[in-house]
């Protein structure tokens, strides 16, 4: 089970896959950008016009807002899919609407059926109901029989309307960039390639834009649990999917039957922190990579024992003469080869594609890494892109408190270096998506967990999206996190073995949570 997700951890305008931390409701950085450097709301037709009417804070529930009764209709014979309306503004319960859409798993065993069990894979940006339609694949059998799985689309995400849209076409904004300008020419164009990303999605998206935080998604689980007649719920959230859940446990504690959190991120780290996290797991993975590449022989880019050194001399020559791709399509550069590399890390199940891509890139062929850069952003076999990235980018705006200049972006890159040589290479610029968007009118709330009662928190000691010291982070915070260790290099760490599916069926099923340090090696 992966919980993929986007996040800001590079530099320069490319994103790597990995969960987002940039969620910091309290930080400690006061920096802003220049009020010239921000699109403002209300200012541009191409903005948002009068989307910040009112806010809800942030410790109140939901409950101006009636759902009506869910209206199931069948998927199959084991799935039932619905739609829920929501409040765009809980501030405004009567104005305009998410249509959120819904799948239902049904349990495998109604008479010992304890309820609906809350899913997400993470994001933000990705839609949750493919977690209800392939449950069967997830999920242990002891919880198929016992609980009803409702997977639901995120508002703004997947199938739910309005969906988030800025771009068609990923290719300018992502595969042909160059994170390591080499003149202020160039740099001034990562700066108004962040500019025109920022500009079309608030062009795009102004009635939504400032309410598609994860505030208002916990608001949302509250409304499904409402819409769906039950007092408490249980809820199992991958990746950000757990930030989703540590929220929601905050703002309605006592909703919470239980809740398991896989792969966490640090709850109480400002964007720079998260970032620097971020990297120092990927950076991690990809030398634990190398290093076994180097002592196997059978390994595709061995390169007679020294991949590393092989490493850096195809990402330098990647840089000062990328080598052909797809038809159509941009040449491989450096950037592209570090988000696959992204991409890869997230299992070692991976690793064998991308030795062999790398080795190919060396013979001059960059099609396995452009693969591996497409899978990352999603993109489809006719060209096509969901909207992962597009949602993704907002969400993790409007859950940051601070914006920070171009100038003070690009001064962070140092201390990105620092942590992930290989990953931001020297002279990297920084990365400016949300210095163009408007203030957050409602930063991710800080996480508590206060009168929850025991929330499980899985940690993957070889996560390089949400690391093993995040995950330790998220349950400390919680006024009463239980950690789960999971030994394995991978991110999130549910299914790995038959411990912690014991673990996690004993909680959410009988109630019996795992002592705090608990191992599963």
Known sequence: MSGRTFSLVAAAVITFAACSSTN??????????????????????????????????????????????????????????????????????????????????????????????????????????????????????????????IGWDPRGTGQSTPPIDCIDDYDPYFTEIDSTPESDAEHDVLVETAKDFARQCLGKNHDIIQHVGTNDSARDMDTIRRALGEDQISYFGFSYGSELGAAWATLFPATVRAAVLDGASDPEADALESELQQLAGFEASLATFLARCSDDSDCAFHNGGDAEGAFDALMTELDRRPVDSAPDRPPVNRDVALTAVAQAMYSETFWPALAESLADAQSGDGRGLLALNDSYYQRAPDGSYGNELEAFQAISCADIAERTSVEETDAESAQLTAVAPRLVPQGSAGGYWCTFFPTSISPRVGITGV??????????????????????????????????????????????????????????????PPADGTECR
């Open 451 to 512: 009168g929850a009662g025991p929330i499980v928190v899985i940690g993957t000691t070889g996560d390089p999206a949400t690391p093993f010291e995040s995950t330790v982070r998220m349950a400390d915070v919680l006024e009463d996190g239980r950690l789960v260790t999971v030994d394995a290099d991978q991110h999130t760490g549910y299914g790995v073995n038959q411990c912690v599916i014991d673990v996690v069926n004993d909680y959410l099923i009988d109630l019996k």
């Open 24 to 149: 910091s409701g309290v930080t400690d950085r006061a920096s802003r950008p220049n009020e010239s450097d921000q699109i403002a709301v209300g200012s541009d037709p191409l903005t948002t016009e009068g989307a910040s009417s009112g806010t809800v804070s942030p410790s109140d529930a939901a409950t101006g807002f009636d759902p009506a009764p869910v209206e199931w209709g069948e998927f199959n014979d084991a799935v039932d899919v619905a739609t829920i309306d929501v409040p765009v503004d809980y501030a405004k319960p009567n104005g305009p609407r998410f249509e959120l859409f819904v799948a239902r798993f049904n349990a495998l065993d109604p008479q010992q059926r304890i309820g609906s069990l809350l899913v997400n894979p993470g994001g933000p940006g990705f839609g949750g109901s493919d977690l209800a339609l392939y449950a069967a694949q997830i999920y242990d059998r002891s919880l198929l029989e016992r609980f009803d799985i």
